[in-house]
């Protein structure tokens, strides 16, 4: 590990011990470089690591701060670096895959705990889905909330920032794209119906079952276009 690293670690170990609580000042620069045993340069070099990691807020004329380090934020740079992986392709399978076994295991949690309120709003992103069946960028825009009120249902904001992150906003509109112009929308369009009408009833089983025919055959789409060495759709289809 480098100076730097170890001064990253010893901050982390202050908040995991508590004794730097989530919201808590940290001490002046010259008290925690004391605190940490190191040189001022080193403690301003981790703070300046862990606020880009929003472990740590630099709040100017105020201080340093720990956040609030709950999970939305933590990893929201996740969504970051599966956009930078769109052009590899071995790392775009791999995303698929992490999907296949994350997403319908989510689906079969939300049906045991989803409210009639959330369940309407499943309803309205699908409904809203149908209605813009020849515009893909509505069409992703839907897609993605309707993902994301089934996920949020389970109440499992970890799993929600997972899940959203794998996704990748780029992948999912390229993929709509490529269904579209394949002619593909509308048994995909059915694929989430089968969701809702799973999740309606309150089964976990069937929701799991209709969650994973839905990723497993975008999957599936997503392999052969890959393995057909041509580059994924990037033209917008024009509304009709």
Same mark, same amino acid.
């Given at each position: ?8 670690? /010893? ?64 990893? !929201?740079?996740?969504?970051? %670096? ?8 071995? %790392? ?10 994350? *997403?319908?295991?989510?689906? %079969? ?15 309205? $992103?699908?409904?809203?889905? /149908?209605?813009? /069946? ?9 897609? +993605? ?18 899940? !959203? ?19 593909? %929308?509308?048994?995909?369009? +059915? ?19 209709? +969650?994973?025919? $839905? ?8 392999? *052969? $276009?890959? /393995?057909? +060495? ?11």
């Amino acid at each position: 590990m480098s100076l730097t690293d170890k001064a990253i670690e /010893r901050i982390r170990e202050l908040i995991r011990t508590g004794a730097l609580p989530p919201g808590s000042k940290l001490p002046p620069e010259p008290d925690l470089a004391a605190q940490l045993g190191l040189s001022r340069n080193l403690a301003r070099e981790a703070v300046k690591a862990l606020a880009v990691a929003r472990v740590l807020e630099v709040r100017r004329g105020d201080g340093t701060y720990v956040t609030s380090l709950q999970p939305s934020l933590l990893l !929201e740079g996740l969504g970051g %670096a599966v956009e930078l992986l769109q052009g590899d392709s071995v %790392a775009l399978q791999d995303l698929m895959e992490v999907r296949r076994l994350l *997403e319908p295991m989510a689906a %079969a949690l939300a049906a045991t705990r989803i409210s009639d309120a959330q369940l309407a709003e499943v309803k309205r $992103h699908l409904d809203a889905m /149908r209605e813009a /069946r020849d515009d893909v960028e509505q069409l992703n825009a839907h897609d +993605a909330a309707f993902h994301r009120a089934v996920v949020s249902a389970t109440g499992n904001e970890t799993l929600l920032t997972l899940l !959203e992150g794998i996704s990748g906003r780029t992948l999912r509109a390229r993929i709509w794209r490529g269904l579209v112009d394949d002619k593909a %929308a509308g048994r995909t369009l +059915a694929e989430h119906e089968a969701i809702f009408n799973a999740l309606s009833t309150r089964d976990a089983a069937l929701s799991q079952a209709a +969650a994973l025919l $839905h990723v497993s055959n975008t999957e599936q789409w997503l392999r *052969e $276009h890959l /393995r057909s +060495a041509e580059p994924l759709p990037v033209r917008t289809t024009e509304r009709k």
